[in-house]
């Protein structure tokens, strides 16, 4: 009996120290989702499936024929509770989605409590080391390969002030975005006219000259760049 409470001691402090390192990640670049959420996600999957790993013990005096293992089911379960609380760290503003990469995270450190919970230790090692490979790692190669970077553009001007579109698209043109999906807005009993649009770029600093540019432009009432992002 001592044997199995150290098992289960062994399962549980490892599956705290899988989720903590993965949470500790996340933690360290401001998720909402960080060191806490993931310890205590990896911790109750691994906790779940040890209910599956000893129930013979559980139920000792049931009659056999009653008893069904079938771990997968208790899996399925889990992964299905996961969804919801990934799904609540995802939030959508205009362009930008946020909280995609923290909520695969959330999935990924329930599998790996899974796996410590039955004892399967090597690939929930693995699946740890490339997860917070994933997550460090791949964040400096997405920062040095090429990419497009798309935000969303809102820029007021006092009805009698409008710069004219050709050269507001000439002034974003310049420098070196590209405009797509251009509506126009009159508000305030027409005292405001607003342009919104998509706008691309291959380098971020553009953003910062655009911004710059803008504000330094009397006749420009208000505007907002909002920067696609996960």
């Not at 049931?62 to 079938?70: H, I, Q, S, Y």
């Not at 310049?174 to 380098?203: D, P, W």
């Amino acid at each position: 009996m001592e044997r199995e409470y150290l098992t289960i001691l062994i399962h549980l402090g490892s599956a705290v120290a899988a989720g903590g390192l993965i949470g500790l990640e996340r933690a360290y670049h401001g998720r909402p989702a960080g060191f806490r959420t993931h310890t205590l996600v990896c911790t109750a999957s691994s906790l779940l499936m040890l209910v599956t790993v000893y129930q013979w013990q559980l139920l000792v005096n049931a009659p056999l024929e009653t008893l069904r293992v079938d771990p997968t089911r208790m899996a399925q379960g889990i992964m299905t509770g996961i969804g919801f609380l990934g799904a609540g760290v995802i939030m959508k503003d205009g362009l930008t989605v946020r909280g995609l990469t923290t909520a695969a995270s959330i999935w990924m450190t329930a599998s790996i409590g899974i796996l410590i919970g039955i004892g399967f230790y090597f690939p929930a090692i693995v699946a740890t080391l490339l997860t917070l490979g994933v997550l460090s790692l791949f964040r400096w190669i997405e920062a040095i390969i090429p990419s497009q970077y798309y935000a969303r553009l809102h820029i007021r001007f006092k009805r009698q002030e409008l710069l004219p579109e050709p050269e507001m698209r000439s002034l974003i043109t310049g420098h070196g975005f590209s405009v797509a999906n251009l509506s126009y807005q009159l508000s305030e009993e027409g005292k405001v006219f607003e342009y919104q649009m998509t706008i691309r770029t291959g380098e971020r600093d553009s953003y910062r000259r655009l911004a710059e540019n803008l504000t330094a432009r009397e006749h420009v009432l208000e505007f907002h760049i909002h920067p696609a992002t996960d």
